[in-house]
């Protein structure tokens, strides 16, 4: 399963200054991905900058492939209780949310085990709270 995990992105600034980050990315790698996970930061401003944003995915990964974990900033001018607009927004583009709301610190309920199968962002929630849990979730200088 090939899995791409981006966090705090802020697609919106990188575009705003004539950049695009996927851009460096094999568009070929991009295009065979099971998933592409935005967990947190997607961009500002998510009523109005994440369709475009998620139609700017959707160019490099197929849109039913991407799910989205809203962060700080995605909720920045945009009330905590948020999640059904975010959702909303998620499914016009084809993509998926994981709520806010709905999530445990184990797995996102929206993306929980569907049909006897884990979904890509339950599987990656899962492997990044053992992580956490073997790392003791501690910032180290090495």
């Excluded at 700080?72 to 499914?91: K, Q, T, V």
């Excluded at 709905?102 to 993306?111: E, G, I, L, R, V």
């Amino acid at each position: 399963m090939r899995i791409l995990v981006a966090a705090d992105l802020h697609l919106d600034f990188w575009l705003q200054a004539g950049r695009d980050p996927l851009a460096a990315l094999d568009a070929e790698l991009l295009a065979s991905l099971d998933a592409l996970i935005v967990a947190g930061d997607l961009s500002n401003k998510p009523k109005v900058r994440w369709p475009h944003m998620l139609r700017h995915l959707g160019r490099c990964v197929e849109p039913g492939r991407i799910h989205l974990r809203p962060g700080n900033r995605d909720y920045d001018n945009h009330a905590l209780d948020g999640d059904d607009s975010l959702a909303a927004i998620c499914a016009g583009a084809g993509a998926h949310s994981c709520r806010r709301r709905n999530s445990s610190s184990a797995t996102c309920a929206s993306c929980a085990a569907r049909s006897g199968r884990i979904s890509p962002c339950a599987a990656i929630c899962a492997w990044a709270m053992m992580a956490a849990q073997r790392d003791d979730c501690r910032y180290r200088i090495s």
